[in-house]
C-alpha cells in the first residue's frame, strides 16, 4: 500500500479542555504518518478547531447517541470497516470509544494504540490513570512508535476579532465551569472585584465562555460596569486569537483555560479539591495553579500577587 493510500484513524470526542490536551498527539500523530489520510472521530463543538489544525485530512462526527441504538452502530461498523484503516489512535480511552474496537469484530482488526482489551498496542501502564493527560497520552504514543510529542499548540488559530472592538490591553475572566460542579467556581463576587482591581491597573477585563455563562457575567458586569461580556459571542478560533493578544488570563480549572493557555496567553487556573491539577491543569507557556480546598479560601489577594508574577514573566 502506498503512503499516500495509507489511512488512519483517530478517536478524541471531548471536552473542550481534554481536546486541547490532544492536540499534541494529534500533531504528533500527523508527523508520524506523513502523507496518510487521517480521519478523526469527535463531536460537533469541535469540528472547526479540528479543521483548522491541519491534523486530520476528514472529520467523522459522534453525535453520542444511545448505547442501545442499534441502527447507529451498524451503520458506523460499516463505515469503520470499508475504510481498510491500517491504525488507530484512541486518545479517547473511554468505555465509549472501546466500543469502536468491538465493531470491528470478528476481524480482522487495525493496529490500535489505547485500553482496548486485545489491541495490538496496548498502554498497560497501572499507573495511567494517576499521570498528567499530557504524560498519559505521550507515553501511550510512544508505546506505538512515536517518539516525541509536542505540547498543545493553537498558533495556527487565527481569526480577525476586530468586531469585538477592544482596546490594545485587555485580560481574559473565565468565571464559568461544569454546571453540574459549583464547587470549581470561583465566587463571582471575587471576579468583580478581581475586575475593577484589574481596570485599576489599567486593564479591561474581558469576560468569556459560553453562553450559559451569560448570567455570570451579568452579575459581574453590574458589580464592575468597566468589564466586557463576551459570553456565547466567541468562536474557538476567536477565543484563541484573543487569548493571544490578551496581557493576562484567570479563570476556573474549565475548557477555555486551557485553549487560552495553549494559545500562549500567561494564565492563572483556580482549582479547588474536586478536581487535581497534577492530572489535569492546563500546559502553556506560563501558567500558574491556585488551589485551595475551596475556592472561596482563594483570596484576591493572592489572584493579583500571581498576576504581578505573571506580567513580569519572560
Sequence with gaps: MSAEARRILVIKLGALGDFVQALGPMAAIRRHHAGAHIVLITTTPLDQLARASGYVDEIWLDERPAILALRHWLALRRRLREQSFERVYDLQTSDRSGWYFRLFWPGPWPEWSGIARGCSHPHANPARDHMHTIERQAEQLRIAGIASVPLPDVSWAKEDVSRFKLPPRIALLVPGGALHRPAKRWPLERYAELAAALVVRGLVPVIV????????????????????????KTSLLELASLARRAVVAVGNDTGPMHLIAAAGCPSIVLFSRDSDPALCAPRGRRVAVLRRARLEEVALEEVLAALADAEGGP
Design 209 to 232: 465562555g459560553g453562553a450559559a455563562e451569560a448570567l455570570l457575567a451579568h452579575a459581574i458586569v453590574s458589580l464592575s460596569p468597566d468589564a466586557v461580556d463576551l459570553t456565547g
